[in-house]
């Protein structure tokens, strides 16, 4: 893997060369590395399985460009594996052929967007990790699952109601999920900023979902952390967490399809706010009149107990990142303030075209040059299919650290004393807008880590697969009545960024309860 | 030294090359039991319009290379896998870097081979019975180099890059006619040559040439966001000429995309769907079916989730319980309801050999309403039973192939398409696939389509916006009382599967339908 000082080098002599090319008006080097480990768990006891199904690795690394010719212009081009002058050349040659006239690229980043504050904030023992450590470190994941899986079986088979299950085997115990870690390194510099930037980050992530798929019982762990000790605690634990998390749904029932008050748990809350609100908190979004708060800027589109952040800059997160893939600061944007928009993601050329759009102060709501500071773009960055920051992108808008809080959050002892008859929604999967992203309407189904709500205590589990949610997520946000006090870190399959979410209650959710044929036909 | 990768520098000398290195490899690592590499090289032209401007633009090759190695410890045999691009300057060296990524396939497959011994051992009598000892079960290869070509009237590679920005500034300066009545376009143009080259320790060696032209269409027009892809395994001559074949029919990308845009303008005027609380009878297009099939066949017939090894990502299947519980042989759907995996069927989903060498075969999954089985892998059927089918494959080589659809599909009956809507008194017609939210193990969907229209004593009346349905699929199945003779092949451009997630293109479709479900609308 290619150093920082290699990329700041290798990034210094490029922009020296641009400057030299009689035909570029402006342009911007952009140099990265990455690693992706990968190691995908599979356990099954009663299906023959690997245990650690994938261990893999994929890396990367090269030189893209971001050319504004003297013609007005612009084009990229990108070299893989290569940042010398050569693949400069590579990469220039390509931005050549591939420029346009875009009339709403209004400039590279300007230095006017203040400096980074962070340095030195990855863990050196993670970015060297070895291939058996890592591949040990899976397994031992794997194996704290099994031994908890083993104690639990125990328990059951003390318990007089399970005499059916003489063996721990036939739990039908699924362990799957990953431990993954990425490492990335990366240099920017442009015309306008031509003091090399670096930056270098590691970030590791378990993701467990535990069944015992005879009692139809199924639980999530989850871990995020920035270091190697965090990882060799916080793995095993997650592991545990998603058996443990199992065991406690064992024999669940189900509801009847209507109404009901509803506690979302942090996976569930992220869901719901990666995959339905936070895409319409995008500058890019309002401009294409794509986003659920279109005109919305300064007005409430959430209940007051709501607050929506990103901060790409808090070391505390695991998606921290002193700059963005443009070379600008990331920092804190206040998205939702006590339920009213108060700011919007961005990228550099998303903030630009917003600002130009002779349409902006109508898709906002309010004048966008009034409000700069809420739109600055604190959020360009070149990820890919969550392994790193990619020099063949463009640069394009994404979270880093989205953090959903309150500025009211209270304990969920005190949200569950406040639901007389209720449901805990735990982990949801397959929430999209499903009559677009602008109308709002969502649907997604119910698969784990939830409960029954009676007399303010959690009861009886929940069946998982058995409930549909079919709502709307401008109406659900308004009804919000309550936001926990725990943050978790929760790790969403295929997002890039991270997301910290509480538990959020709300009123008047709209359920609906499935499979019910299907599930009559699996028990024939 | 190269400065621009191109297809034909993968020599039939360098493939030979290659398979020595892989069966060398076999011999002197201590352990390794078989090794196999995928690689591909690729050429591409791209340009993308958004609201009537052209906003960027690309010409561009890649090569990438992905490794399994299976070795083995103390008669306990695990995998590793290594992947990574490669760059036109170090393409030189590719033997090198391959033997590279065998080095450090082979390391990660002995640790994991080790730690399975132990685990097996130490968790022994119970929870490490069922760690398997992965000896794959191969199929007969073939004894000598395969080499399938491309199709195409317009060779991607020497396709000009003017043309596909032209193609993409037009298609969306025609939208210019809609004027205020939408919102936000986005046209994307696309022209590429794919060579995918396999290669194993047992002197295999599998070169297939894809073309792949796609051109992907958005339109928003009020809270109305619709979109639609052509795209077939052909030339640039597609946007062109459209498609004209005997199950794939597209008209030109102009008239393509204006069509798109009238249906956004027509529907962004109209009521908002309603929701029934009870099934309707509905009647669904080809269109429409493409996805129905695609998520409510395709995936649970997939058998890598049948063996619960998506049971952290893209779910389960309620068609396998366990290996002995399975519903192989049993009834799920009326006696109209068939539907297979045909990769020799042509679209996205064509291909002659899968990403482990295994010829492609039809798999039919269900028969006159009996369920008869899955797609698999070398994996999944060695575990499972049955004979290889051919439908491991990865988006891009440096990712680790899963169980994918090649073309999935409704099978054809025999009534007319008029004919379903005809003999309904009340009911709703869906026409065109939109946005999918199906149910873990794939037992319930809700799926929104392009427009939904109210029939009433046979005739189709109002049009609706954001409406949809939703059921449980075996319900659906069993309720299925008309099949239409109007099969069509649709392409899919986006189905993810995976972690890393793969996003991959592939072929779904089916004739007109008749069902029951529940209507679902908007807000």
Not at chain 2, 242 to 262: K, R, S
Request: hydrophobic fraction near 40%; aromatic fraction near 8%.
């Amino acid at each position: 893997m290619k150093s920082v000082e290699e990329l700041r080098k290798a990034c210094a002599e490029a922009l020296a060369y641009l400057k030299a090319q009689s035909d570029i008006a402006d342009a911007q080097v952009f140099m990265a590395a990455n690693k992706h480990w990968l190691c995908r768990l599979n356990y099954t006891s009663h299906i023959r399985s690997n245990g650690l199904e994938e261990p893999k690795a994929s890396q990367n690394f090269g030189t893209g460009v971001t050319i504004v010719f003297a013609d007005g212009k612009v084009g990229s081009g990108s070299a893989e594996s290569n940042t010398s002058i050569d693949g400069l050349r590579e990469a220039l040659a390509k931005a050549k052929i591939a420029a346009v006239k875009n009339p709403e690229f209004h400039g590279l980043p300007q230095p006017e967007f203040g400096k980074p504050t962070l340095t030195d904030y990855h863990d050196n023992a993670l970015m060297g990790l070895s291939n058996k450590q890592f591949v040990s470190i899976a397994w031992e994941v794997l194996r704290q699952g099994l031994r908890g899986a083993y104690d639990v079986w125990k328990t059951v088979a003390l318990s007089s109601k399970k005499t059916d299950i003489p063996n721990p085997l036939d739990l039908n115990l699924i362990i799957g999920g990953d431990v993954q870690l990425i490492r990335e390194r990366m240099a920017v510099a442009s015309f306008a900023m031509p003091n090399v930037q670096t930056d270098e980050s590691s970030m590791t992530a378990v993701s467990i979902t535990a069944m015992f798929e005879k009692l139809a019982a199924k639980g999530s762990g989850f871990f995020a952390g920035k270091t190697l000790n965090e990882l060799l605690h916080g793995g095993p634990e997650a592991a545990r967490s998603a058996i443990n998390s199992a065991a406690a749904t064992m024999s669940g029932s189900r509801i009847e399809s209507g109404e009901h008050t509803v506690i979302f748990g942090p996976q569930a809350v992220a869901e719901l706010i990666n995959n339905l609100v936070a895409p319409g908190l995008t500058a890019g979004a309002i401009f294409a009149e794509l986003s659920p708060f279109q005109e919305d800027f300064g007005k409430m589109i959430a209940s007051p107990k709501l607050c929506i952040y990103d901060d790409g800059a808090n070391p505390e997160f695991m998606g921290v990142k002193a700059i963005t893939c443009e070379g600008l600061p990331t920092g804190r944007t206040d998205l939702v303030v006590d339920g009213k928009l108060a700011g919007l993601l961005s990228s550099h050329y998303d903030y630009q075209r917003m600002l130009w759009d002779p349409e902006g102060a109508r898709k906002l709501g309010v004048d966008p040059h009034e409000h700069k500071e809420a739109l600055w773009p604190r959020n360009g960055f070149r990820f890919g299919g969550g392994a790193g920051r990619q020099f063949s992108s463009d640069p394009s808008c994404s979270g880093s650290n989205t953090i959903v809080t309150s500025s009211e959050k209270e304990p969920l002892e005190n949200l569950l004393q406040r639901v007389k008859q209720g449901v805990y929604i735990g982990r949801m999967w397959y929430v999209y807008p499903i009559n677009g992203s602008r109308a709002g309407d969502f649907t997604g189904t119910v698969t784990a880590d939830s409960y029954l709500i009676e007399d303010g205590k959690l009861s009886r589990p929940l069946k998982p697969n058995t409930v549909r949610i079919n709502d709307n997520i401008k109406t659900l946000l308004m009804k919000i009545v309550g936001v926990s006090d725990q943050l978790k870190p929760v790790n969403l399959w295929g997002a890039d960024e991270a997301m910290y979410a509480p538990d959020i209650l709300v009123e008047g959710v709209k359920l609906e309860s499935i499979g019910e044929s299907v599930e009559m036909t699996r028990s024939m | 030294m190269a400065h621009r990768l191109e297809i034909p520098m993968l020599t039939e000398g360098l493939r030979a090359d290659i398979v020595d290195l892989l069966g060398f490899s076999a011999k002197i690592w201590k352990g390794l039991a078989f090794v196999d590499l995928r690689l591909a090289i690729g050429q591409g032209k791209g340009a993308g319009a958004e609201n009537m401007n052209l906003l960027a633009a690309g010409d561009d090759f890649g090569m990438g290379v992905g490794v399994r190695v299976i070795a083995e410890h103390n008669g306990i045999h695990a995998p590793g896998y290594d992947g990574r691009p490669v760059g036109a300057e170090e393409f030189e060296h590719l033997l090198e870097i391959i033997d590279k990524m065998v080095a450090a396939a082979y390391e990660r497959a002995r640790a994991n081979a080790k730690e399975k011994y132990w685990t097996k051992n130490a968790l022994s009598p119970v929870f490490g019975q069922s760690l398997w000892n992965m000896v794959l079960k191969f199929p007969e290869w073939p004894q000598t180099p395969i080499v399938v070509p491309a199709k195409y009237a317009y060779d991607p590679a020497a396709f000009p890059l003017e043309k596909i920005k032209s193609l993409a500034q037009d298609t969306a300066s025609m939208f210019r006619a809609f004027g205020k009545n939408i919102n936000y376009s986005y046209v994307g143009v696309s022209t590429e040559i794919m060579r995918e080259f396999y290669a194993n320790s047992f002197g295999v060696s599998i070169t297939q040439d894809f073309a792949s032209s796609q051109a992907i269409v958005y339109v928003a027009a009020g809270d109305v966001q619709i979109y639609d892809v052509l795209g077939h395994q052909r030339g640039a001559e597609i946007f062109y000429k459209g498609i004209h074949e005997p199950f794939i029919e597209f008209q030109p990308l102009i008239d393509f995309a204006g069509a798109l845009g009238q249906d956004a303008v027509g529907l962004s005027r109209a009521p908002v769907c309603p929701t029934t609380e009870k099934e309707v009878p509905v009647v669904t297009d080809p269109h429409y079916n493409t996805l129905l099939v695609h998520e409510i066949v395709g995936h649970p017939t997939e058998l890598d989730r049948g063996l619960k090894m998506e049971t952290a990502y893209a779910g389960r299947t309620w068609l396998l319980k366990n290996p002995s519980d399975t519903m192989v042989g049993k009834k799920i759907g009326s006696l109209l309801l068939s539907a297979y995996s045909d990769p020799s069927l042509p679209g996205y989903g064509h291909y002659n050999y899968d990403h482990e060498g295994v010829p492609a075969k039809k798999v039919d999954h269900i028969v006159d309403g009996v369920f008869t089985g899955f797609m698999n892998s070398l994996q999944t059927s060695t575990i499972f039973g049955g004979e290889p089918n051919g439908h491991w494959k990865a988006t891009s080589p440096e990712l680790v192939p899963l169980v994918r659809m090649s073309n999935t599909v409704f099978a054809a009956g025999d009534s007319r398409p008029e004919d379903l809507v005809a003999d309904i008194d009340d009911g709703y017609y869906l026409e065109g696939h939109a946005i999918p939210s199906i149910a873990e193990s794939r037992e319930n969907f809700r799926i929104s389509a392009r427009k939904v229209r109210k029939i009433e004593n046979g005739e189709l009346t109002t049009l609706y916006r954001n409406g949809g349905m939703s059921a449980d699929s075996r319900d659906y199945f069993m309720a299925i009382d008309g099949v239409g003779k109007d099969f069509r092949l649709f392409p899919i451009p986006n189905c993810g599967k995976g972690q890393p997630m793969q996003v991959k293109k592939l072929g779904n479709g089916g004739p007109t339908i008749r069902s029951r479900a529940r209507i679902t609308g908007g807000a």
